[in-house]
């Protein structure tokens, strides 16, 4: 079964951190580039952070410097590591196959004191 399963979520302090992990499975995942979206009440849905196959990531001016992507291919993993969290950040997040449909459930993160 191809799926994608986010873990990690949960409330945080502000200038806090978390690591959401996105679990693949019944593909390739090496060969595919991976990509974290979020969306906060009342918001679009909008691209965080991209990690190509080999590694290389781009950000999203709002999480540049805070956020890192990462992979484990041999994990068939991709992570997102958050650090200095603001409650803007708030949002449910997503993982998502660099274009195409397959999407994970979401994890919800929340930046609250």
């Known amino acids: 079964q191809v799926r994608l399963v986010e873990s990690g979520g949960g409330l945080v302090q502000p200038g806090g951190s978390l690591s959401l992990p996105c679990a693949a499975s019944?593909?390739?995942?090496?060969?595919?580039?991976m990509d974290w979206y979020r969306q906060a009440p009342g918001k679009q849905r909008e691209l965080v952070a991209r990690?190509?196959?080999?590694?290389?990531?781009t950000y999203a001016d709002s999480v540049k410097g805070r956020f890192t992507s990462s992979r484990d291919n041999a994990k068939n993993t991709v992570y997102l590591q958050m650090n200095s969290l603001k409650p803007e950040d708030t949002a449910v997040y997503y993982c998502?196959?660099?274009?195409?449909?397959?999407w994970g459930q979401g994890t919800q993160v929340t930046v609250s004191s």
């Open positions: 998502r196959r660099a274009g195409s449909s397959l």
């Open positions: 019944g593909y390739t995942f090496s060969m595919y580039a």
């Open positions: 990690i190509t196959s080999g590694g290389t990531t």
